[in-house]
């Protein structure tokens, strides 16, 4: 079956443009995740949602940060006014269920170079 | 709160040799552990988890990883490793209970000479 889409694969924009990136789960699956993966660097958390709702946003870097999840599928991450720092690869990750012992199932990202 | 720690940044083997990666982690009660591998360009892929029961787990691709609660590993291992296998390999650990969101590892790239 498909697996977690993400577009678009590659995106290149000038500093203070704002971006949004897309995330299409696994179908039936509830909990989506977001995170962002520096060169060389872990996975860092940005946002999780559990339906529509994201209980835990804790990880936003910045009110530049924002995402939404729309029927309990699709899911758009916008980062306005972007910053160098910014570059990075977004990854979205979705998961049967919200419980811890439920395996993520990741999309291939999008890179994000920001010039 | 859990954490995971891997502390090798680089391992370097030979092809044809074994290889062991090494995973501890810091939680309370017997979290929920896994090893992800990500290919370049790529997003990750589970390898395998462990949740409960037998603490050597099988996963995919020829790997195994053992649970030591007493000293609060996951390491990975493979006893033939393929030049195919030349990835980052990222551990995680989630909470049995309260919060869900799993804790990655900053990972451990894995270069493998001919």
């Known amino acids: 079956g498909a697996g977690v889409s993400q577009s678009p694969s590659n995106k290149v924009t000038e500093k203070g443009k704002d971006v949004e990136l897309r995330c299409d789960p696994i179908s039936g699956h509830t909990a989506l995740y977001w995170y962002r993966q520096s060169l060389g660097q872990g996975l860092e958390f940005l946002i999780y949602?559990?339906?529509?709702?994201?209980?835990?946003k804790s990880g936003l870097p910045s009110d530049r940060f924002s995402a939404e999840r729309t029927g309990g599928s699709v899911s758009t991450l916008t980062i306005q006014r972007t910053q160098q720092e910014d570059s990075a690869v977004y990854l979205c990750a979705s998961s049967l269920g919200q419980s811890g012992n439920q395996p993520q199932h990741f999309g291939d990202g999008t890179r994000l170079s920001i010039l | 709160a859990q954490s995971v720690t891997q502390p090798d940044i680089h391992i370097t083997v030979s092809e044809g040799a074994s290889l062991e990666l090494r995973c501890n982690y810091s939680?309370?009660?017997?979290?929920?552990l896994f090893w992800y591998v990500q290919s370049p360009g790529q997003g990750l892929q589970l390898l395998l988890k462990y949740f409960s029961g037998d603490t050597l787990v099988q996963g995919i691709k020829g790997f195994e990883a053992e649970f030591k609660r007493s000293q609060s590993s996951f390491n990975l291992r493979k006893p033939s490793v393929h030049w195919s296998d030349a990835a980052e390999y990222f551990c995680?650990?989630?909470?049995?209970?309260?919060?869900?969101?799993?804790?990655f590892g900053r990972g451990t790239s894995l270069i493998v000479h001919p």
């Open positions: 939680y309370g009660a017997t979290p929920y």
């Open positions: 949602f559990q339906g529509n709702s994201a209980p835990d």
């Open positions: 995680a650990v989630a909470a049995s209970g309260g919060s869900y969101i799993p804790t």
